[in-house]
């Protein structure tokens, strides 16, 4: 892919996204939230995948997955009213299908292609699938920690005055000191939420995220925020245990 192709495909978002503005506040406000969201992603994998010394094309694919990655949010918010994916549908295929209709990546070889859609379609499943191809699997990878990147940062705002006095769920705190993180189905109250998100370090691949999730303190801000109880304590205790001895290149179970 050549930097071209990755520029048309930069004004087409940049057209395709500010086409869902309108004249309602609300509508607009969740519109701006995933262009902003987007253009922090892929700050994201980009400084990521620079990190890891890649090629100049591979550079590229990285770019244009992390613009592309929610492309089917726009579509979502505006026919259900909603970024629930439980209750309404995958944003990740449906983006795959904005991506056919308007043949975005006809410019690509068949390899990048395959690439860029099995990135976008894996980006936001609990676990990756066993087959993918070694490029594949990295371009997942990355946009998994990058994207992971931001929503840390957009959690640490939503908590930041916490109302619910909900309990955490045995199970949720179980399946994280076991290293298993937690699927959404398995989440109960607002903590069992922050518990998950908060477990996603477990799912964190690259230095250069262990990193910043460190040095921004998002473990610690969590939870802050959450009841002071023996389980969550155990937890935040795991997980950061966890996180040091991954990046001090530990292997960890």
């Known amino acids: 892919m050549n930097e071209l192709t990755l520029e048309n495909l930069n004004s087409w978002f940049d057209h395709y996204s500010q086409g869902f503005l309108s004249g309602n506040p609300e509508i607009n406000r969740n519109i701006q939230f995933k262009i902003d969201h987007t253009d922090r992603v892929r700050e994201n994998i980009i400084a990521i995948a620079h990190s890891l010394d890649l090629s100049a094309n591979n550079l590229r694919i990285a770019e ?96 930041e005055s916490l109302s619910e006095r909900s309990e955490s769920s045995p199970e949720v705190i179980e399946s994280i000191l076991k290293g298993k993180g937690v699927s959404y189905s398995g989440v109960k109250s607002t903590i069992d939420l922050i518990l998950m998100r908060m477990s996603w370090v477990l799912d964190i691949n690259y230095g250069l995220t262990l990193r910043k999730i460190r040095d921004m303190k998002y473990l610690e801000r969590m939870v802050d925020k959450l009841p002071k109880t023996e389980d969550i304590r155990n937890v935040y205790d795991y997980l950061n245990t966890y996180l040091e001895r991954r990046r001090l290149g530990e292997r960890v179970k």
């Not at 613009?67 to 944003?91: A, M, N, P």
């Open 64 to 159: 244009l997955i992390g613009l592309l990655h929610d492309v089917g949010r726009y579509e979502q918010f505006i026919k259900y009213g909603t970024y629930r994916d439980d209750i309404s549908e995958d944003h990740a295929e449906l983006g795959l299908k904005v991506l056919a209709d308007n043949q975005l990546l006809n410019d690509l070889s068949d390899e990048e292609k395959n690439i860029v859609e099995t990135a976008i379609r894996c980006h936001n499943k609990y676990s990756l699938p066993q087959e993918l191809s070694t490029d594949s699997l990295m371009f997942c990878k990355l946009i998994r920690d990058a994207d992971k990147l931001d929503i840390f940062k957009q959690i640490i705002n939503e908590i």
